[in-house]
């Protein structure tokens, strides 16, 4: 099993429904792990594909640079692990959202055809989770809860619902927390490694 070279090293992963409360958590969260001695990063994964989404990634920008907390945000829709030498062991990293992520790898340049192109992606994606974990103090992993809505007929959306559930099983071995979010109402999923 894998073992972190950072033996203070933690990895937290939240999932919920869309709109659950899961980044607010998350950024709570982050805050309070990074106290006055770490820094705070923002991976952020969304591309900005219309004027709405434009303006959402706009307004948590601003969010975030005026808080009383103040981050460094990434914009990083594909490819985690060219980051991943930005950050030490002084470093609180929150990932959002690896849903938005997934999508982004599986679809781009026809990797979703190719079942082992679909293979490597997943095994680079959890390599570079691994990875995050050595490298920062925290590293924050945000994620949806798209299962409850039955079995689409397509074959994209049904590759992309079974990549996503092997990254969340995964993750949940790797992680020292897992925080589940209904409703902004937060459960404690796991505890310990």
């Not at 009383?68 to 470093?91: A, S």
């Not at 849903?99 to 192109?117: I, P, S, V």
Request: charge should be positive; include cysteine.
């Amino acid at each position: 099993m894998f073992e972190s070279k950072n033996s203070s090293s933690k990895l937290i992963f939240i999932s919920g429904g869309v709109r659950s409360g899961k980044s607010t958590f998350a950024e709570k969260l982050a805050c309070s792990i990074a106290g006055k001695t770490s820094s705070l990063h923002y991976i952020a994964t969304s591309l900005p594909y219309d004027d709405e989404m434009v303006a959402r990634i706009k307004k948590h920008q601003l969010d975030r640079s005026e808080g009383i907390y103040k981050w460094k945000t990434w914009e990083q829709p594909m490819n985690l692990h060219y980051l991943v030498n930005q950050f030490t062991n002084r470093d609180v990293v929150l990932i959002d959202c690896l849903t938005t992520l997934l999508g982004n790898e599986l679809f781009f340049d026809g990797c979703w055809l190719d079942e082992k192109k679909v293979e490597a992606m997943l095994n680079r994606l959890k390599n570079t989770f691994e990875l995050y974990k050595q490298t920062a103090k925290t590293t924050i992993i945000v994620s949806n809860e798209i299962f409850s809505e039955g079995i689409p007929t397509d074959r994209g959306s049904r590759l992309y619902m079974k990549q996503l559930g092997k990254l969340h099983q995964f993750l949940i071995t790797l992680c020292n927390e897992a925080y589940l979010l209904e409703y902004g109402v937060v459960r404690k999923m796991k505890e310990g490694h």
